[in-house]
């Protein structure tokens, strides 16, 4: 079921590939282009239009926003126990967020002084996908680092049904998140209207949240006009393991992130030959007990891999080679090895270290770097949401004591009139 890379005749990181994107029908990259552009142009109209042709939701201006007083009903209409999980959520969510807050600083010397001042972003749009299943960790995920950043306002975007309902468990979400900002609509018209606005919606400076490929073509094309967060891809998960760790464990954890979908990876590095065996033997065994088998087998054979090393060190290597979403360490003293980690979304330490827990109560947040962007990114946190602003001041004397250098620098560039700006203010009168 899963593919054996056995790299233990090698010394160097084993590359380990991920699946490719089936072929499409058509250009969705044109699709999305005419979308946006549709949107940004013709505003209502052509939201509504492409609300009714993707979700056959038939909505107005009037009702594309849902009431404030839907948004508060909702706690009542789900089961105690999910608000109860919200609330444990949102609350070790604030926690751990309020920890990444930057503070602005100030420099002061005799006679300057530098700094940087930090401030929220005054509005921003979430989107929560639909679809494939119901969403309402990902609320929490993007709008609990937002409130704890100062964002005034977040406007959330997810698709109707055909009745243009909003799923119940998504608004109480919302409600427990204190979102009471939310439209019904998807896709990259969706994304076209928070970013551009419209008369219903009001523009946003950023938008977070994962979407599917129309979704993240849309914020690529938006990306400039605002802000947007990092693209999500399919979901990705790694486990480094040795010979303590138990492989009926070891395949819950792959099939729990193979039931996400397709194009996935899903993969174990170990250096002990008879767990990679004893893993497979429990997936066999445990994918019979899933109500959609087909699908989440065909993940795994489509996205999963047994990586054979010679070493711990070796392991590890790969893995940060490899880059995923989700690291997993289940080997004997594997807190020890969390500096030699260097590459991955989120880790997670030990046996009793689930991602699941990190996708909902960890702490953790659960929007992260996917495709091997954990080189070069992280995942959602405070800092998303706020600016920093250079502030600078400069005494009489302190730009004296710098106008030589601005004037070697300016002559260096040719740039003349930098270096007279600064003379005009020392020696007044050599300007016209």
Known sequence: MLEI??????????????????????????????????VRLQGDEALLHYTQIFDGASLTPETLRVPEDDIARARSLVRPELIDALEVM?????????????ESWLDERADEMVGEVVRPLRRVGVYVPGGRAVYPSSVLMAAIPARVAGVEGIALASPPGRDG??????????????ID???????????????????????????????????????RMVRGWVGTDSEAGPTEIAIVADGSADARVIAADLIAQAEHGPLGAHVLVTWDEQLAHSVMDALEQQLILHP???????????????????????????????????LQLMFEGAREQLDAIQNAGAVFV????????????????????????????????????VKTIYVAELSEPALRRLAPHIDALAEAEGLPAHARAVRERLDPGTLP
């Open 5 to 38: 890379i056995d790299g233990r005749t090698q010394s160097v990181p084993v590359h380990v590939p991920r699946p490719r994107p089936v072929a499409t029908t058509g250009d969705p990259a044109a699709a999305v282009s005419e979308i946006v552009a549709a």
């Open 90 to 102: 949102a609350e070790r969510l604030t926690t751990t967020h309020e920890r990444q807050l930057p």
């Open 165 to 178: 309902a909003i799923p119940e468990a998504v608004l109480a979400a919302c409600a427990v998140a204190g």
């Open 181 to 219: 900002e939310v439209y019904r609509m998807g896709g990259a018209q969706a994304i076209a209207a928070l970013a551009y606005g419209t008369a219903a919606v009001r523009p946003v400076e950023k938008i977070v949240g994962p979407g599917n490929v129309y979704v993240t073509l849309a914020k």
């Open 292 to 326: 959609r088998m087909d699908d989440v087998e065909n993940a795994l054979i489509e996205g999963g891999k047994v990586v054979l090393v010679t070493d711990l060190r070796q392991a590890l290597d790969t893995v940060n080679s490899f880059a995923c979403e989700h």
């Open 350 to 385: 030990g046996s009793w270290s689930p991602v699941p827990a990190g996708d909902y109560v960890a702490g953790t947040n659960h929007v992260l770097p996917s495709g091997g962007s954990a080189r070069f990114a992280s995942g959602l946190s405070t800092r998303d949401f």
